[in-house]
């Protein structure tokens, strides 16, 4: 048993969590809502400077050309993106976008891998849809095969990162049910592709989105990443990654969250004393500190299975965003509330943090979505 | 015990709603429903609607100009006001300062500042808390010193809800410096035209404006808009919150919030069932339905309790905590509702544009209003202040 971080992911963290605080005005600056003039969302110098430090290159296997990729490398990055709030795509253009492309690409395709390694190239997964909600197999966007083309209808909702992206990676049927795992395809498609329409939008929490229109869009048959219809375990292990990725973010948003409250707690006066000093508010505090204790071991838990048994690995992940998800709103409201109306304030870290904490919960399956995959795992 | 209405509100309730389907115009519904700002021009239009009726004042005494209402009609008429979606009344002039006036104020200030609360020739906003006063509002430090026929006043006032559109300010300022904390302050009128009078503007975490920084620089005020007695404010500003406190409960809104989550449940797919059909849902739902129909009855009762004369005691800080932790648990099932369309911060589908918003009718404003409305166990009192409140009343000893 040891739950330390090996040399190696130590200095990872130490590394980025230096550079995290010393480029603290960048990034804040790039996370305010009023400043929605910038297309990208993110910051496109902070972004080449995770690159140069190695940061993409943690989350990828060094058979995939990085020198990570392991459920405790993706732990330890987005830990500490998630410490300073960092709203840069890594999960969008990297986890989603890569590492889809190294499982299932050939090898011209898997040259862009490379490029994202490199901090050169972005990727968005353009999967989910108007309809879909939060089901992995629902995909109404259709692919037909004429002669040496494929063409794409459909519709793509709430698709981050996609304005920034290079190359979209989209789903599409190519034959069974909409809600069936089979005849799932993904395709390469560049962004400036005719019959690719996007509708951009900012993100509440930060970064950008938009809806995609699919309107005859062509394709050779090339642009398909893997075989006809066969997508379908590829996505699975992709959320799977992102999922653990986006609940150690969130844990770290939580320690910050945390952080700044205890720190209110013993220097805001009022009644002649620090609040801290009251019983009620400090039992608050304590709860809160318990509960992200939990969410740590549950991290833990979910990146300790990244590898087991599809089984295990699921119901771990379900059960690691289902208590993050709780702890989640708990540590953001009551953050907030045991701040007061400062908290409510754009200007102050809190927001920007509690956001990205609550928002998380609306990606890849809520709190309650996550309870029903775990039952159904417990039940399988 | 007769859990009905008697006849006499029946009928009044039907006026109301006749009155609403007559006269609320329905696009400014249709942007209440949606979570939209409604703006200056927009609020004041409504006041306007409301006052050719007669109806903007229910709390006021008719020797005034208002409806002179009981709490029961009162209530009738929110729940209905909520029911249709219409703005709510602005507060600040209406039941906040002007009972302080009708009550405290003198005769030339009754005469002068109520005509043009209704007539909407101005509109008020408060100056009660500092950076340094909250929860804990009596340590207060805005400075006023008498000199001859004005006051001249410095400090700086925060969290003042729509300060950017009022052209007056109603001020806690501390007029005696020795005086133990709540004996030596004072409440004055101030015109925010004054010069050294500054508003900046606080955005808050939804992206919204909608309170202020307000700064005091030198600021004269003429004697005779001090209300009452000076160093008497304390007991002026505690009246007032006793009306800043009708309607804590927010049943209304509650009621309008929890049909809204119904309606983009029933819209919105969840493994190929509507979400409304998903038993977690559902559930969630549903206990926060039974909470709210006990609280309403719980709001019932005091104010009938209030309407034969009785003053609201602990209850009415029991109703503000179970109140906005309602109202906030179901701003949590509308955000839920929306899926990953509770994702985009569209301003524009919120500001009253026409850009359409992208996912369900709803679920733009859910997330915003979700973050936003973490205000309502914050202001009026935190819920931890209403708990002390109570946990004195009923154990006794310090707060």
């Not at chain 2, 909470?291 to 009938?304: C, E, F, K, P, Q």
Request: glycine share 10%; hydrophobic share 40%; charged share 25%.
């Amino acid at each position: 048993m040891n739950f330390d971080l090996t040399d190696e992911r130590q200095m990872l963290q130490d590394t980025l969590r230096r550079f995290l605080r010393d480029n603290q005005e960048a990034l804040r600056a790039s996370t305010r809502l009023g400043e929605s003039d910038n297309k990208l969302g993110f910051d496109a110098e902070i972004w080449t400077k995770l690159a140069e430090l190695g940061v993409i290159g943690a989350l990828f296997s060094e058979a995939d050309g990085g020198f990570g990729g392991a459920g405790f490398d993706l732990t330890t990055v987005f830990e500490e993106l998630g410490r300073a709030g960092v709203v840069e795509p890594l999960l969008d253009s990297a986890i989603l976008g890569g590492g889809l492309i190294a499982e299932l690409g050939n090898d011209p395709q898997k040259e862009l891998v490379e490029d994202v390694i490199g901090g050169a190239l972005h990727l968005a997964l353009a999967h989910g849809e108007p309809n879909s909600r939060y089901d992995l197999s629902q995909v109404e966007t259709t692919a037909q095969v004429a002669e040496d083309e494929i063409i794409l209808n459909g519709r793509k909702a709430v698709v981050v990162n996609a304005e920034a992206a290079d190359y979209l990676l989209v789903s599409a049927r190519e034959s069974g049910a909409v809600d069936a795992q089979d005849g799932i395809s993904l395709f390469l498609v560049p962004r400036d592709t005719a019959g690719l329409s996007l509708r951009g939008y900012p993100l509440l929490a930060w970064g950008r989105a938009a809806e995609l229109d699919l309107d005859d869009l062509r394709l050779p048959a090339s642009a398909r990443l893997g075989a006809a219809g066969a997508a379908y375990p590829a996505l699975h292990r992709a959320m799977m990654r992102a999922e653990v990725a986006l609940a150690a973010e969130t844990l770290g948003a939580m320690e910050t969250a945390t952080a700044l409250t205890r720190e209110y707690l013993l220097t805001r006066q009022q009644f002649g004393r620090p609040i801290g000093s009251f019983q009620a508010l400090q039992h608050r505090m304590a709860t809160l500190l318990i509960e992200l204790e939990q969410a740590r071991s549950a991290v833990i838990n979910a990146a300790g299975h990244l590898d087991a048994s599809p089984k295990e690995q699921a119901l771990q992940i379900a059960a690691a965003r289902n208590l993050i998800g709780r702890a989640g709103r708990l540590v953001a409201e009551e953050s907030i509330q045991l701040h007061g109306g400062i908290a409510m304030t754009e200007e102050y870290e809190l927001a920007h943090i509690a956001k990205r904490i609550v928002m998380a919960d609306h990606r890849f399956g809520d709190t309650d979505t996550q309870l029903e995959r775990f039952i159904d795992h417990c039940a399988a | 015990m007769d859990l009905n209405y008697s006849a006499e509100e029946q009928a009044f309730r039907r006026e109301v709603q006749d009155f609403l389907a007559q006269k609320l115009p329905a696009e400014m519904a249709d942007a209440m429903r949606n979570g939209k700002e409604l703006g200056k021009e927009g609020h004041e239009k409504w006041h306007a609607i409301l006052n050719d009726q007669g109806w903007l004042a229910p709390n006021w005494p008719k020797e005034f100009g208002g409806c002179e209402w009981n709490a029961v009609q009162r209530h009738i008429f929110e729940e209905e006001c909520c029911r249709a979606n219409a703005p709510r009344i602005v507060p600040f002039g209406l039941s906040m300062l002007a009972p302080v006036l009708q009550k405290f104020g003198s005769k030339a200030q009754q005469d002068h500042y109520l005509p043009r609360i209704l007539s909407g020739e101005d509109w008020w906003c408060q100056g009660y808390s500092e950076p340094g006063a909250g929860s804990d509002l009596a340590s207060l430090k805005t400075r006023a010193v008498r000199n001859g026929d004005h006051y001249v006043v410095n400090g700086q006032k925060t969290w003042t809800t729509l300060g950017q559109y009022a052209n007056w300010i109603f001020c806690l300022v501390r007029t005696d410096p020795d005086a133990k904390q709540q004996s030596g302050i004072s409440f004055l009128l101030i015109d925010m035209d004054t010069p050294g009078i500054e508003v900046r503007p606080i955005i808050l975490l939804d992206g919204t404006h909608e309170v202020n920084e307000v700064w005091f620089t030198d600021v004269k005020v003429p004697v005779e808009n001090l209300v009452g007695e000076e160093n008497k404010g304390w007991t002026y500003a505690k009246y007032l919150l006793t009306h800043e406190r009708t309607n804590i409960a927010g049943v209304g809104f509650s009621r309008a919030g929890l049909d809204a989550v119904k309606r983009m449940a029933r819209s919105q797919m969840h493994r190929g069932r509507p979400l409304i059909e998903n038993a977690h849902f559902a559930a969630r739902v549903a206990r926060a339905e039974i909470d709210l129909m006990a609280m309403s009855t719980t709001n019932l009762r005091i104010i009938s309790r209030a309407a034969a004369g009785q003053a609201p005691g602990v209850e009415s800080s029991m109703l503000k905590v179970k109140g906005t932790e309602i109202r906030q648990e179901i701003n949590d099932l509308a955000r839920r509702a929306a899926g990953a369309y509770a994702l985009p911060f569209v301003s524009e589908a919120l500001e009253g544009g026409n850009e359409p918003a992208m996912g369900p009718e709803g679920s733009a404003a859910a997330a915003p209003q979700y973050f936003n409305n973490r205000k309502l166990s914050i202001f009026g009192g935190s819920n931890e202040i209403q708990k002390n409140i109570i946990a004195k009343v009923k154990l006794g000893g310090g707060a």
